[in-house]
C-alpha cells in the first residue's frame, strides 16, 4: 500500500511540474497540422535557433507546442514551463510588444493582430499566426482556452507592487534573471524606469546575505556616504550608474540609480523602502 500511494503522489507530482501540452481542438475548427513539439533545455537551440538563450536564461525546463490550421490560417502555439512563476513573468515581459499595454490574461498577457502571449503560474504561453492578417479573434479564442487549462498563480509577483507609482514610467518595471543594472553581484530582481532615473530590487535570501551585498556594492562603487534609509543605506557616485541610493530592508537590496543632476536619491530611496514590506 506504501509502494503505491509513494507511486501516485510521485506521479501527480509529474504531471503538475510538465507544461500542459495545447490542443488545437480546444477552439472548434481548428485542426493539428503535423507532429506535436516538445523541447528541452539540452534541445531547445534546434528549434529556437539562435533565441534559444533568451529562453534559458530564465530558467527554462520544457516546452510542448503544437501546430495548428484552419482554411489558410495557421497557428503556432507553445507551452514553456520556467523554473517558477516570477521567471514565467520575466520572459513574458522580455518577450511583450512595449508598444502596447499588457492585459489581464493570466499574471499579465498581450493579444495583438498576429501575436499572442501571456503568463500564468510558472508557464509562458506565446501563439504565433500567418499570413499576414489580423488574426486577435482566433488567437483571443485560444488564450482563453489555455488560461482555463492552466492552473496556478493568476497576480504578479508581489515585488511589482512595491515600486512607488510617482514619477514611475508607465508598466516600464520588469523582472531581470541576472545581472541588475549590469552588475552581476545583483542577481536577479527587478528594475523600475522613472522620470528622475532607474529604481531597482533585488531579494537576498536572509538580512545576513543582503548585508553582504550591500558591502559588496560599496567596494564596486568606492566612496560613498552612509545614509539613513531603511537598516543601513548609503550614497555615492558610480562611473556607470551616476548618482546612486542603495538601501537595505530585512533581505531586500534596493535603491535608486541614473540619478539626474540635483535629484535628491535619498528621499527617493526612503519613499521606496515605506512600499517595502
Not at 543594472?181 to 522613472?194: C, E, N, P, S
Not at 540635483?262 to 515605506?274: L, N, P, V
Amino acid at each position: 500500500m506504501l509502494a503505491i500511494l509513494v507511486f501516485v503522489l510521485l506521479s501527480g507530482f509529474t504531471v503538475a511540474s510538465a507544461a500542459p501540452a495545447p490542443d488545437c481542438s480546444l477552439v472548434p475548427g481548428w485542426q493539428q497540422q503535423g507532429p506535436s513539439r516538445s523541447y528541452d533545455a539540452d534541445n531547445l537551440f534546434e528549434y529556437m535557433d539562435g533565441n534559444a538563450e533568451g529562453y534559458l536564461v530564465y530558467q527554462f525546463v520544457n516546452m510542448h507546442g503544437v501546430t495548428c490550421q484552419c482554411g489558410d490560417d495557421i497557428l503556432l502555439i507553445d507551452v514553456s514551463e520556467m523554473a517558477d512563476p516570477e521567471l514565467a513573468y520575466g520572459i513574458f515581459g522580455a518577450n511583450r510588444d512595449v508598444r502596447q499595454p499588457p492585459e489581464k490574461i493570466g499574471m499579465a498577457g498581450q493579444v495583438l493582430p498576429r501575436r499572442a502571449t501571456f503568463a500564468k503560474d510558472k508557464f509562458y504561453v506565446e501563439i504565433g499566426a500567418s499570413p499576414d492578417k489580423n488574426h486577435s479573434a482566433a488567437l483571443r479564442a485560444f488564450v482563453s482556452a489555455l488560461d482555463k487549462r492552466i492552473e496556478g498563480q493568476t497576480s504578479p509577483p508581489e515585488a511589482i507592487g512595491w515600486f512607488p507609482k510617482k514619477d514611475l514610467v508607465s508598466d516600464s518595471v520588469r523582472m531581470v534573471p541576472e545581472s541588475v543594472l549590469g552588475l552581476r553581484l545583483l542577481k536577479r530582481g527587478y528594475v523600475g524606469q522613472y522620470d528622475f532615473g532607474k529604481a531597482f530590487l533585488v531579494s537576498e535570501t536572509t538580512p545576513e546575505a543582503a548585508s553582504q551585498t550591500i558591502a559588496k556594492l560599496k567596494e564596486r562603487i568606492g566612496q560613498t556616504t552612509p545614509a539613513r534609509v531603511g537598516d543601513e543605506a548609503f550614497t555615492g557616485t558610480d562611473k556607470y550608474l551616476f548618482g546612486v541610493c542603495v538601501f537595505r530592508k530585512g533581505r531586500v537590496v534596493a535603491g535608486v540609480a541614473n540619478l539626474k543632476p540635483g535629484r535628491d536619491g535619498i528621499a527617493e530611496a526612503t519613499g521606496f523602502a515605506s512600499q517595502i514590506p
